[in-house]
């Protein structure tokens, strides 16, 4: 458990009478606007990185998983459209190209060019 982590812990905890009340703060402060709006900034922001993201299709898929999580809901073609332009100008030629508008099928695409 990280430090901010174990602050929050010894700060709130004693507070919160019920599992509901335990479970609601812990969302609010993993998963709360300040945390999916620093992810929406990083799903708008971030570019692939072939040295520190292990796979093209790694990269999507864990930027896809956070995206289904944020609030409002993103459609799946706007996933595939804002995660696209994390790539390379070839990748993203290819994604157009093969017209993949669903995770599913990107996915699927990702993986042959990764081969």
Same mark, same amino acid.
């Given at each position: 458990?990280? !430090?901010? #982590?174990?602050?929050?812990? +010894? #700060?709130?905890?004693?507070?919160?009478?019920?599992?509901?009340?335990?479970?609601?703060?812990?969302?609010? =402060?993993?998963?709360?606007?300040?945390?999916?709006?620093?992810?929406?900034?990083?799903?708008?922001?971030?570019?692939?990185? !072939?040295?520190?993201?292990?796979?093209?299709?790694?990269? =999507?898929?864990?930027?896809?998983?956070?995206? +289904?999580?944020?609030?409002?809901?993103? #459609?799946?073609?706007?996933?595939?459209?804002?995660?696209?332009?994390?790539?390379?100008? =070839?990748?993203?030629?290819?994604?157009?190209?093969?017209? #993949? !508008?669903?995770? !599913?099928?990107?996915?699927?695409?990702?993986?042959?060019?990764?081969?």
């Amino acid at each position: 458990m990280d !430090r901010n #982590t174990s602050q929050w812990i +010894n #700060t709130v905890y004693k507070e919160l009478s019920s599992y509901e009340q335990i479970r609601e703060a812990i969302t609010e =402060f993993m998963w709360g606007p300040g945390v999916q709006a620093r992810w929406q900034c990083a799903l708008c922001h971030s570019m692939y990185d !072939r040295i520190k993201d292990r796979s093209i299709t790694a990269h =999507f898929l864990c930027y896809s998983m956070v995206a +289904n999580n944020l609030m409002p809901k993103l #459609t799946e073609s706007d996933m595939v459209d804002i995660i696209s332009s994390h790539y390379p100008a =070839f990748v993203q030629c290819k994604m157009l190209s093969a017209g #993949t !508008r669903t995770i !599913r099928g990107t996915l699927n695409l990702l993986n042959k060019l990764n081969h």
